[in-house]
Each structure stands twice: as C-alpha cells, then as structure tokens.
C-alpha cells in the first residue's frame, strides 16, 4: 500500500456529558446525532473464532 503524501481527513466523536448505564457509552458524531458503544458478550468462542 502506497503511503499517503498529504494529512488524511479525521472524524472527531465526543462523548455525552452525561452517561445513563455503566454498560454502554453514549456518543456524538461530527454532525451531533447520538449513538450508543456496549460491549457484545461471546455466544461461543474457540481458538479460531468467536461468533457474537
């Protein structure tokens, strides 16, 4: 892959003031719409891969 010679563009997110649960973040894109991060707990796992 060939390396880039000019700065690439970024995204910025900001976290919520407030957050509402100790399982999910809330968050805002560059445009202010809200969005939700949790953790997915494994439904089963193995050496070679984990189905979610």
Request: hydrophobic share 40%; glycine share 2%; with cysteine.
């Amino acid at each position: 892959m060939e390396e880039p010679k000019e700065q690439q563009q970024m995204a910025h997110i900001d976290f919520a003031e407030k957050q509402f649960s100790d399982t999910w973040t809330v968050m805002f894109n560059p445009v202010g719409q809200p969005f939700c991060l949790c953790q997915m707990k494994h439904v089963f796992e193995s050496s070679h891969f984990a189905l979610l």
